[in-house]
């Protein structure tokens, strides 16, 4: 019990600790005088690896920050300070129990990139293959579940004093970033990425990533084989080498759409230092981070694209709902307006010229006004498309994702189209339909019964409807208090026909305020009629 007694102190104390650490750095970048997409990327890399993968995460949610802090924030790749040398050895004996020479010939001291979670060192197996060796920064996940407790607690605090009802939960954005950050510190689970990429991709015959040497690999250590290619960014070199590189940009984004249709299974963060290519083939690097699409959103973004080709803002609309989780009440008519205007946007424009990474940003920020809330799938799907639309813009500037998505679209339609299939689905659906016609006389007899029996109740929903009722209900209002002012004026024409007393002008005092108050609101009905024309 007194163990821990002082546990929880100590563990108190480092909370304090760390807090002051956080409000020392957001005075150092003077925080109280405003914050820009710049000052906050600078902000969240000074707090360390959390914030850093917290604002990775966040980059991928237009709905939850503006485009242009989006775009800043995509910024924190690799740009973590590395680890000593020493520190690096020190993990990789821990791991293995052993001497590190006793499995690698060599390993390089410089690291060739270093992030918020892990380092990764190029080096030379005991049996002479190159490879690189991907090691977890040591404590990294008490440091950053520390971390998390903290921002949870500044979250919960924040709703108090808000009260904000906004789609967006800061805490969801929390739940998430340490879900994506947990898959990441599982190397194992990296390597069943690598190796379901790869059975998804094995007939495919310009992509590959790397080896995965499983004997060697452990949760907190990832040996794979060592990519000697060129950046995918890297035009020059790939020009001198004699590579096609609007072929290469093609190939890029038919295999990305593979991904998201077909196998719903996409790298998540493809940013040009994860594509690199080795004898013609395009190797995608760094796979901790995934996206999965369900079978249904896949088919909600086919609508979507269709929807955009045919300019159908109603099938729009239904692909929209049908990507998101309703979180309120949506004024459906209010919606179908603001798809409206933004299918108006892309009208006129060439369908070529359609940025999809765009589009799919500006139907996330619809989604959060009409409190759509968008699941984590769609918001990583937005995040890889945009950034390979970008790597494309560089390479290849005059093939179109879209087009090429469009196109896989249609492909895929006549691919997976058999007319056993459909002839087969005609039948059972046609053989539903005709029962249920069947049924159709005795439904409607059961809802005659009930009606005349009074058990019949009917709920309407007259979305949009909101300026109609209210004009409505003001005129119900008027009408009553003219046949209240009628009532009065005969009631008291009533009372003056007698001899009650006490008496004004000769008139029942009774009478006279009923003639008083018939007055006072017929002028006030008079007043309303003048000021509604």
């Known amino acids: 019990m007194l163990g821990q007694f002082f546990q929880n102190k100590i563990e108190e104390a480092g909370a304090t600790a760390r807090l002051r650490e956080m409000v020392a750095v957001l005075r150092r970048r003077e925080v109280v005088r ?6 906050l990327r600078m902000v969240l890399e000074d707090l360390g690896p959390t914030f850093v993968k917290l604002g990775q995460v ?3 949610r237009p709905d939850f920050l503006p485009p242009e802090y989006c775009d800043e924030l995509m ?16 993990v990789i004996e821990q791991e293995y129990n052993r001497r590190w020479n006793k499995v690698f010939q060599y390993i390089d001291e410089e690291a060739l990139g270093s992030a918020s979670i892990a380092q990764v060192h190029r080096a030379v197996l005991a049996s002479g293959e190159k490879v690189v060796v991907k090691v977890q920064r040591p404590g990294i996940y008490e440091i950053m579940s520390k971390d998390i407790a903290l921002l949870k607690r500044a979250a919960a605090l924040l709703k108090v004093v808000s009260r904000s009802q906004d789609v967006v939960d800061f805490n969801m954005v929390l739940d998430e970033m340490w879900t994506i950050a947990k898959q990441e510190m599982d190397f194992l689970l990296e390597a069943d990425h690598i190796d379901e990429f790869n059975h998804l991709n094995r007939d495919v015959d310009y992509v590959t990533c790397p080896q995965v040497y499983r004997q060697l690999s452990t949760p907190h250590i990832l040996v794979m084989e060592f990519i000697d290619g060129i950046r995918i960014d890297d035009f020059d070199k790939l020009s001198s080498r004699g590579y096609d590189i609007n072929l290469l940009g093609r190939h890029l984004g038919e295999n990305y759409v593979k991904q998201i249709i077909e196998d719903g299974f996409f790298h998540a963060d493809p940013h040009p230092g994860n594509i690199w290519i080795r004898n013609g083939r395009i190797v995608w690097l760094d796979l901790g981070m995934v996206g999965k699409l369900s079978g249904r959103d896949r088919m909600a973004i086919r609508k979507a694209i269709y929807a955009l080709a045919n300019h159908d803002t109603f099938e729009m609309k239904a692909a929209v709902l049908s990507l998101g989780v309703v979180k309120g009440k949506i004024n459906h008519t209010v919606l179908y307006q603001d798809i409206d205007a933004l299918m108006s946007q892309y ?6 010229e359609l940025q999809m990474g765009t589009l799919t940003r500006q139907i996330m ?5 009409h409190h759509i809330g968008c699941p984590q799938g769609l918001s990583m799907f937005a995040r890889g498309v945009l950034t390979v639309e970008g790597v494309m813009r560089l390479c290849c500037p005059k093939v179109s994702f879209v087009e090429i998505f469009a196109r896989s679209l249609a492909v895929n339609y006549k691919k997976n189209f058999h007319w056993r299939d459909e002839m087969a689905k005609a039948r059972r659906e046609g053989f539903l339909l005709l029962r249920k016609s069947a049924q159709l006389p005795e439904q409607i007899s059961d809802i005659l019964k009930m009606t ?3 058990q019949t109740k009917v709920n309407l929903d007259l979305t949009g409807s909101e300026e109609p009722l209210r004009k409505l209900d003001q005129m119900i209002n008027k009408l009553i208090l003219a046949l209240l002012v009628a009532a009065l004026l005969l009631g008291s024409s009533t009372i003056c026909t007698t001899q009650m007393t006490p008496k004004i002008m000769e008139i029942p005092l009774l009478g006279f305020l009923g003639y008083l108050i018939a007055f006072i609101l017929s002028i006030r009905i008079i007043w309303e009629i003048h000021k509604g024309t």
């Open 34 to 39: 405003g914050m820009t997409p710049e000052k």
């Open 347 to 352: 009208s006129s424009m060439d369908f070529s």
């Open 58 to 60: 966040m980059s991928m």
């Open 365 to 369: 920020n619809l989604m959060r006004v």
């Open 75 to 90: 910024k924190l790749q690799s740009s973590a300070k590395a680890l000593p040398f020493p520190v690096i050895l020190s």
């Open 452 to 454: 005349m029996s009074g």
